[in-house]
């Protein structure tokens, strides 16, 4: 028992190590700022650690917060569960089918303009629902649901919680980039790591036809 603890303790060490690590190119950024235009720090920090908390929950949490889920959608818990009629949720034939939501407390996980299972236009999700109808009639739709909130599209619904509405997009190129709105985006490439944090912004078309531009906190390290 103490070894097990030791061993949870020395990870927990090594996980909030590595959060510190990361923050500070967010740190050194706020700074640079602040000198060089007097803005507030506390901001520019806030938004990436917001972004970093979201990853992590994207990386380490999601795929088995979607995939406990789809367990309540199942069985029709909390909300959850799919409709009785199939509807038209974007464009193709394939996305006419029955549709879904996932119980409360999980739609957090779920993507702002499209329904359970996913967009059929994405070639990789009808290979998903493809596979699970082979493996068991019906299960297509609990495997492409899956892979569309637990590894496609993590925690859309919460990073956009936690974020604003943005006047357009932002590229990822090295320097800081800032919308009228507010909306701002930093990269810096170190190597072969490029480090971006701030805003992501998503293009989503209303059912009016109107496309608005939600954006929530984002941190990534990509490598160029």
């Known amino acids: 028992m103490e070894l097990a603890n030791s061993i949870l303790l020395a ?3 090594v996980f909030l190590l590595a959060c510190l690590v990361l923050m500070i190119p967010v740190c050194l950024f706020s700074v640079q700022r602040f000198i060089a235009k007097r803005e507030s720090p506390i901001p520019l920090i806030l938004v990436p650690l917001a972004g970093l908390v979201v990853g992590i929950l994207s990386k380490f949490i999601c795929p088995f917060a979607v995939a406990l889920g789809l367990v309540g959608v199942r069985f029709g818990w909390l909300g959850g569960g799919w409709d009785v009629v199939p509807t038209q949720d974007g464009e193709g034939e394939r996305n006419f ?3 879904g939501s996932m119980p409360l407390g999980f739609r957090w996980t779920e993507t702002i303009d499209k329904r359970l299972p996913g967009d059929f236009h994405e070639a990789a999700l009808a290979e998903w629902y493809d596979r699970g109808e082979r493996w068991h009639a019906g299960f297509g739709k609990y495997l492409a649901s899956w892979y569309w909130l637990g590894t496609r599209n993590t925690a859309m619904t919460l990073a956009t919680r936690l974020g604003r509405d ?15 709105c507010g909306t701002w985006r930093y990269c810096r490439t170190i190597g072969p790591l490029q480090f971006v944090f701030g805003y992501i912004v998503w293009g989503v078309i209303q059912p009016s036809g109107k496309l608005s531009h939600p954006a929530g906190p984002s941190y990534s390290i990509k490598r160029r």
Do not use: F, K, T
Request: net charge negative.
């Open 11 to 13: 990870l927990g060490g």
């Open 97 to 99: 089918c029955i549709h």
């Open 166 to 180: 943005a006047s357009g997009y932002l590229a990822e190129v090295d320097g800081y980039q800032v919308l009228p």
